[in-house]
């Protein structure tokens, strides 16, 4: 099996680097942004190659958005495999964390589109194999070393944060930036973040798909003297 949209091989690379699955708000807002319809076009996208290569599945969450998870099936694993170098282990499905894993999948496309070259991180991958002592949600590299992109939907006590930034000092990090799904989740979220001493930007990630990966990065001095 060979696909031969570049948009579809997008798709599967975007599951595999998350585990083997994705959603259509994800898509319907990266690689359908352009299109009126774009949820209703994705998911018939999904399901013509769900048909013709039973390369998906879908897996209802429990949730009433989104209704459906898209998993890869074992030949969609290997077609990933083969094809595009991404080995594709047992996805994970939790209704408690699928907001931030849609939320992830998007700001890694866009970053992505933008020419950088983003990492996926886990514990596992990061912190356990690689010695790092915190393990951001994505990583890449600008002209100044190493950059941590924390996908935040919650927040964390003055403690946390400071008990984490102590953590990307240690591993040499100079640059963070903190994605938050709207401009009233970064004002809620944002402003409880501790200043740091090295350089922290804030992008809101609806106004990210809005732009089409042009993001706002927003200095953390200059966002909180405008509260």
């Given at each position: 099996m060979l696909l031969?949209?570049?948009?579809d091989n997008k798709i599967l690379e975007m599951m595999g680097v998350f585990n083997g699955k994705t959603f259509g708000n994800v898509l319907a807002k990266t690689l359908w942004v352009n299109n009126k319809n774009g949820f209703q076009q994705?998911?018939?996208?999904v399901r013509?190659?769900?048909?013709?290569?039973?390369?998906f599945k879908l897996v209802p969450t429990g949730?009433?958005?989104?209704?459906?998870?898209?998993?890869?099936?074992?030949?969609?694993?290997d077609y990933c495999d083969l094809e595009l170098g991404l080995y594709v282990g047992e996805p994970?499905?939790?209704v408690v964390t699928i907001n931030h894993n849609m939320l992830e999948q998007i700001v890694w496309y866009w970053l992505s589109e933008s020419g950088r070259e983003v990492t996926r991180t886990t514990v596992k991958s990061w912190v356990t194999d690689k010695r790092f002592k915190h393990a951001?949600?994505?990583y890449f590299e600008d002209e100044n070393g190493g950059v941590y992109c924390e996908i935040e939907t919650s927040?964390?006590?003055?403690e946390r944060y400071n008990e984490i930034f102590v953590k990307i000092r240690k591993d040499g990090i100079k640059k963070v930036i903190y994605f938050f799904e709207n401009a009233k989740r970064m004002e809620q979220i944002g402003r409880v973040i501790p200043l740091w001493e090295k350089v922290i930007f804030y992008v809101d990630i609806e106004?990210?798909?809005k732009n089409e990966g042009k993001a706002d990065f927003i200095p953390q001095r200059q966002f909180l003297a405008n509260l």
């Open positions: 031969n949209s570049k948009r994705s998911m018939n996208r013509k190659l769900r048909d013709n290569f039973k390369i949730l009433l958005n989104p209704r459906n998870a898209i998993i890869l099936t074992q030949s969609g694993k994970h499905l939790s951001p949600d994505l927040k964390k006590s003055k106004e990210m798909i």
